[in-house]
């Protein structure tokens, strides 16, 4: 075994190792509003955490020891839309993450359209195959080096057509998404699937 202590590692190898370690990584591609107009941020510290209400969670660290747009964001307007990277849209999700000056509209550099939410202000990403309008739940600042996990409640749901059917399942297939491994440009496919089912308990009252 390798064996690393945490305590004597410095933060950005701390790093290295949870982005090599916790993979493949979904990738929220998140769009906020402010004083400034719309912005849109992909974050691959992201994921599903309840479901009654629909709950999902994601982290932002800080740029240069301020908030970045995101969190600054959603401050002030507490809503969000959360849309699902496909391998269609990764080109254009790539450019959200530049490190543009405030009141540059990464949505327009990207070339994606937008369209009006029905629950929330921010505006939803249109070529986006799933898109989970969200109330913020709560913002939780953790780390020496600041993270804000934000916690949101998801209200709407859009999908593109043919992803979920009248019972409610969700062809992941059909949304095609990529994940985020380590390094500046690694990245995954769901391409190589299996089904595992579970074992039930013999006996037994079932679980999740
Ligand atoms: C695939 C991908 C995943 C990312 N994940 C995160 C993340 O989980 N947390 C984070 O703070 N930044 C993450 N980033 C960097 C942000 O997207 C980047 O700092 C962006 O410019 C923030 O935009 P904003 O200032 O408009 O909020 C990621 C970038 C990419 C390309």
């Known amino acids: 075994m390798t064996e690393i202590d945490a305590a004597k590692v410095s933060w950005q190898d701390q790093y290295k190792l949870m982005v090599g370690s916790v993979t493949p990584r979904p990738i929220a591609l998140v769009t906020t509003l402010g004083r400034h107009g719309a912005n849109a941020a992909p974050f691959s510290f992201f994921n599903a955490v309840g479901s009654d209400p629909a709950m999902l969670m994601f ?5 240069s020891g301020s908030d970045k747009d995101t969190v600054r964001n959603i401050r002030e307007t507490p809503e969000f839309v959360v849309h699902i990277v496909s ?3 990764k080109e254009q999700m790539n450019i959200c993450a530049v490190d543009y000056p405030l009141g540059v509209n990464e949505i327009e550099k990207a070339g994606f359209t937008t369209a009006p ?38 209200v ?18 059909r949304i095609n998404p990529i994940g985020r491994l380590a390094g500046k440009g690694g990245y995954t496919r769901i391409t190589d699937r299996f089904e595992m089912p579970r ?10």
């Open 199 to 208: 074992i039930p308990y013999e006996g037994g009252a079932a679980g999740e």
């Open 59 to 63: 982290s932002v660290g800080d740029r």
């Open 117 to 154: 939410s029905r629950r929330v202000r921010p505006p939803r990403i249109v070529e986006a195959p799933v898109a989970m309008e969200c109330r913020l739940m709560q913002i939780v600042d953790l780390g020496r080096k600041p993270y804000h996990v934000v916690f949101g409640e998801v």
């Open 156 to 173: 709407y749901f859009h999908y593109h057509e043919g992803i979920v059917n009248e019972r409610f399942h969700v062809d992941a297939g």
């Open 87 to 89: 391998d269609a849209i």
